[in-house]
């Protein structure tokens, strides 16, 4: 890795740690799908996100919810104490689109219909509402 590099990994290192998130990579549903999801959660406080997944119909809610407990168990490791009632929100989240995996279904007249079985990955930060104040 050169030197510029190298700079610039460190200074995006430095920045991540004041930053709270997890990752949900190669999840096997179609981005647009979990887009819904993750839509109706974004800046919500956590215990009110945590409800809206828990209750939701969508298969994709359950995937969402266990990577905010994930965040939010990586805000309180990170700052070595429980985090209070109505303390932390979902400040960010995003979806990317991931692997499409191509296969090909049998058609009539002996031809072949494309299907693509997509993936994502999802991204969610969570944040205090004192950092907020601060700046």
């Known amino acids: ?3 510029r590099k190298h700079i610039a990994a460190e200074k995006l290192k430095e920045a991540r740690k004041n930053q709270y998130f997890a990752k949900l990579n190669g999840v096997p549903s179609s981005p647009r799908k979990m887009r819904y999801v993750v839509d109706t959660i974004r800046g919500m406080e956590v215990n009110r996100a945590l409800a809206v997944l828990r209750f939701s119909k969508k298969q994709a809610a359950a995937d969402v919810e266990k ?4 965040a939010i168990a990586n805000w309180e490791a990170k700052n ?3 985090a209070d009632d ?3 929100f ?3 989240v995003f979806v990317d689109e991931g692997v499409t ?3 090909m ?3 009539p007249q002996g031809r072949g219909y494309r299907i693509r079985k997509r993936s994502n990955h999802v991204t969610l ?3 205090a509402k004192t950092n907020d104040d601060k700046q």
């Open 67 to 70: 990577l905010l407990r994930s």
């Open 101 to 103: 995996m191509k296969r």
């Open 105 to 107: 279904r049998p058609a």
């Open 80 to 82: 070595e104490r429980k």
């Open 1 to 3: 890795m050169g030197a």
């Open 125 to 127: 930060f969570v944040d």
């Open 86 to 88: 109505g303390e932390l």
């Open 90 to 92: 979902v400040s960010k």
